[in-house]
């Protein structure tokens, strides 16, 4: 188990599958500017809680998508067409 994360879980490595790697254009950069973005799935132990950097905790559903930056948007499309959020 690792140590508590800025959210205040522990991940269990075990656990961690790979879901995706990916880019697009950086949200409030210049054209061209990208972000890649590499995302994981886990068990963990805790209650995800703010703390460090992160200032809040908000559960977003398909819907939300319009709100997210574009690597995210990438991301919930992803996770859409594969039965992960809904």
Known sequence: MTGDAPLSIAIIPATATHIGTYRAQA???AEG???QMTCY????????TPSSEIEE????SY???????????V????????????
């Open 57 to 60: 905790i908000v559960w977003l």
């Open 33 to 35: 500017v990208t972000v």
């Open 27 to 29: 949200h409030g950069h």
């Open 75 to 86: 991301i919930f499309d992803h996770l859409h067409r594969t039965g992960r959020l809904h």
């Open 63 to 73: 819907a939300d998508r319009d709100r997210a930056s574009p690597v995210d948007q």
């Open 41 to 48: 799935t886990a068990d963990h132990h805790g209650v995800p």
